[in-house]
């Protein structure tokens, strides 16, 4: 069973990182799944808590699909690029995009805790973009001088990543800027590795002068277990304000009654439902797609079965455009 490891770094050296271990784990036999013949380029890495709520023995398992290499991945679909968000066109300088109006992205890091299969970022060049010292300098700039800037973002990858102390001088450095109101965080890394939100990290977030807002990644209401749950209240305890964006994956969750039960479980954690997103045409997540018609079909049933405020925003990112273009 599962020993729980002595740090978060730990934790994260220990996470799977092999289709074979992830299969002999979960008594999954390799030649039952559709896997690619070759290792891809962006391997396997999925966490052991993750790892732990998934259900032994089913290929189909919600959890398991969303990281599990698939020989799908190699097929082409038309309108499938690298680039599908339009991030290299509004990369304002190495590690910051500029996009929307008042709020600024930062790329932290290229890494993340676990790998998808459906992201968006999988073949874009992240880790080139990052952010290192000198750059932190001249990002800090772009912002100071930019006073319609109300909201600084960190992204990656996943800005968790990070240790401890960089995250505690990076936010201080930008919760110092007068026109800075809020510093937002987006990240899958508690969500997939508990063990990451360390009492030096949530003492960070307490002590901050600006209200921090941290918008976690749950696609499927089996990704919240008792530890995401208790990690999630030492953040609202120490002032962090909790949201969730989902992407509408199928074969995942394109299913109204577990979109309306992940829309419940997360409120009870004290996560409000922000945004769900149709799939970001990334090259080699065709087979997630979930057409338009079909995810507003799923999007009314949760505005009939749910209060408003558990219904997320049904968006989809368009190259070029000033917002998440809203569908409905
Ligand atoms: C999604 C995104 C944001 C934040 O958009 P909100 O609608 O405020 O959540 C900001 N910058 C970039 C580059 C984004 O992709
Ligand atoms: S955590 Fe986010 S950025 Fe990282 S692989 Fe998953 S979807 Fe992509």
């Known amino acids: 069973m599962n020993t729980p490891s002595a740090t978060w770094q730990q934790a994260l050296a220990d996470a799977f990182g092999s289709v074979a271990d992830l299969c002999a784990y979960l008594q999954l036999s390799p030649a039952d799944l559709n896997l690619p013949e070759q290792a891809s380029a962006f391997p396997l890495r999925v966490p052991r808590d993750f790892a732990a709520r998934m259900q032994a023995g089913n290929p189909d398992d919600p959890l398991l699909r969303q990281v599990l290499p698939d020989l799908a991945e190699l097929t082409d679909y038309p309108g499938y690029t690298d680039d599908p968000v339009g991030d290299l066109k509004a990369v304002a300088e190495t590690g910051v995009i500029h996009k929307y109006r008042g709020r600024v992205l930062f790329i932290m890091t290229g890494a993340c805790a676990v790998h998808c299969r459906y992201c968006f970022r999988r073949n874009f060049p992240y880790g080139e973009l990052q952010l290192s010292g000198r750059q932190f300098e001249s990002a800090l700039t772009y912002v100071e001088q930019r006073p319609e800037i109300s909201e600084v973002i960190l992204s990656g990858g996943d800005p ?169």
């Open 160 to 328: 968790l990543l990070l240790s401890d102390a960089k995250l505690e001088q990076l936010m201080c450095r930008f919760a110092e800027i007068g026109h800075i109101k809020r510093i937002r965080i987006h990240t899958r890394t508690p969500v997939v590795l508990p063990e990451r939100v360390t009492s030096a990290l949530l003492r960070t977030f307490a002590a901050l002068p600006k209200p921090v807002a941290m918008v976690l990644h749950v696609n499927h209401a089996q990704e919240l277990s008792n530890s995401v749950n208790q990690i999630c209240t030492e953040l609202k305890l120490s002032g962090v304000t909790l949201l969730n964006q989902s992407v509408l994956l199928k074969g995942i969750n394109d299913d109204g009654e577990q979109l309306r039960e992940l829309s419940e479980k997360l409120f009870s954690f004290n996560i409000l439902p922000y945004y769900l997103h149709l799939l970001d045409r990334a090259r080699g997540v065709g087979h997630f797609e979930v057409s338009e018609a079909e995810a507003k079909i799923l999007h009314q049933y949760l505005q009939r079965h749910l209060p408003g405020y558990l219904v997320p925003r049904l968006v989809k990112e368009q190259a070029g455009a000033a917002f998440k273009i809203p569908i409905c």
